[in-house]
Nanobody, 122 residues
């Protein structure tokens, strides 16, 4: 019903930048929060950044001042601009949203993308 497709990952040197994109499609009625999570090898998945429908944002302490999350409500897109990347930012990055569908407009469900690899070399 709802599909999320991430793009923009890759290999970058420390200090470099990448911009991740996530496109949500399907029978979406509305989206409340849009998040980026990441999971490094051997570590639990962690929330990196969140943006709510009104535009307010939250960031993990480890990325504050370096990452910026934004969204385009008309296109059902969410972005993550990552600057001053560090080797410890290496992980698979996942897009996650909470959305209502046209077939079940009263309930919010969580949806996940397949992930995109970000590798930062030192």
């Amino acid at each position: 019903q709802v599909q999320l497709v991430e793009s923009g990952g890759g290999l970058v040197q420390a200090g470099g930048s990448l911009r991740l994109s996530c496109a949500a499609s399907g029978n979406i009625a509305s989206i409340s929060v849009m998040n980026w999570h990441r999971q490094a090898p051997g570590k639990p998945r962690e929330l990196v950044a969140a943006i709510f429908s009104v535009g307010s944002t939250n960031y993990a302490d480890s990325v504050k001042g370096r990452f910026t999350i934004s969204r385009d409500n008309a296109k059902n897109m969410v972005y993550l601009q990552m600057n001053s990347l560090k080797p410890e930012d290496t992980a698979v990055y996942y897009c996650n949203i909470r959305a209502r569908t046209t077939t079940d407009p009263l309930t919010y469900y969580a949806y996940w993308g397949q992930g995109t690899q970000v590798t930062v070399s030192s």
